[in-house]
């Protein structure tokens, strides 16, 4: 079964240091999206990415955040200058175009996130 | 503002036994989703329902969705060890845009003990 793959897994940023995620959406998917979670809690939407740009982003995703499609399959976010409060694990996810009628959003593993 | 909202948040059940998971969300949506994780895991999809009030069952679980009570359940029949999990419900924030940007409620941990 096709999936959405992360990496890293987990990293440890010393606070104030950028930070690029990594994900590798399903290969025939257009949406692409960023999540976060505290561990076991409220998952959190960040931003949706459709045609080389951003469609929709949340109150959480402000300056310090930047998504990019750099090479037609991965799909990155950058966090500029780590504060203590980005411990947290964010989730990439995809889907296909809307229309679909099983339209599902694939979720990859998750990159847990540990500043310093 | 949308709000999604889960209960219980806690279930501890029993092997063999039948129960329901609500989700209620405040507004209009096009889509409902279900989703399940283990702890420290990606988010599983279990079901994806449509607002013309589709039910679906996978083994065990059935979801359904009421439009205009904007509602869904998630019946659990007959509980395994094996379900013990977190589930969530989330809804897309559907305002014209565009899709995916899902409104999760707090998930449901759910506990099968023999």
């Known amino acids: 079964e096709p999936e959405v793959t992360q990496t890293p897994s987990h990293q440890v940023t010393q606070m104030g240091q950028e930070v690029i995620l990594r994900c590798v959406p399903i290969?025939?998917?257009?949406?692409f999206y960023w999540y976060r979670q505290i561990l076991g809690q409220k998952v959190e939407f960040l931003v949706s990415?459709?045609?080389?740009?951003?469609?929709?982003k949340s109150e959480i995703f402000d300056d310090q955040f930047s998504v990019e499609r750099p090479d037609g399959s991965n799909f990155t976010l950058k966090i500029r200058s780590t504060k203590l409060e980005d411990s947290i694990m964010y989730f990439c996810?995809?889907?296909?175009?809307?229309?679909?009628?099983?339209?599902?959003?694939?979720f990859g593993e998750g990159s847990w996130l540990t500043v310093v | 503002e949308l709000k999604v909202e889960q209960n219980p948040l806690f279930l501890s059940m029993q092997e063999g036994k039948n129960y329901t998971i609500y989700c209620n969300y405040s507004?209009?949506?096009?889509?409902l989703y279900w989703y399940r994780q283990d702890p420290g895991k990606s988010l599983e999809s279990l079901f994806v329902?449509?607002?013309?009030?589709a039910v679906k069952q996978e083994g065990r679980l059935m979801a359904s969705l009421d439009t205009k009570a904007r509602l869904s359940t998630l019946h659990i029949t007959a509980a395994v060890h094996d379900l013990s999990a977190t589930y969530f419900c989330a809804v897309e924030g559907w305002d014209g845009g565009s899709q995916g940007n899902l409104i999760f409620g707090k998930g449901t941990k759910l506990s099968v003990k023999p």
């Open positions: 990415f459709y045609n080389n740009e951003i469609s929709e």
């Open positions: 996810a995809s889907s296909e175009e809307p229309g679909y009628e099983a339209n599902t959003i694939y």
């Open positions: 290969s025939n998917h257009l949406y």
């Open positions: 507004t209009t949506s096009d889509r």
């Open positions: 329902l449509l607002s013309n009030g």
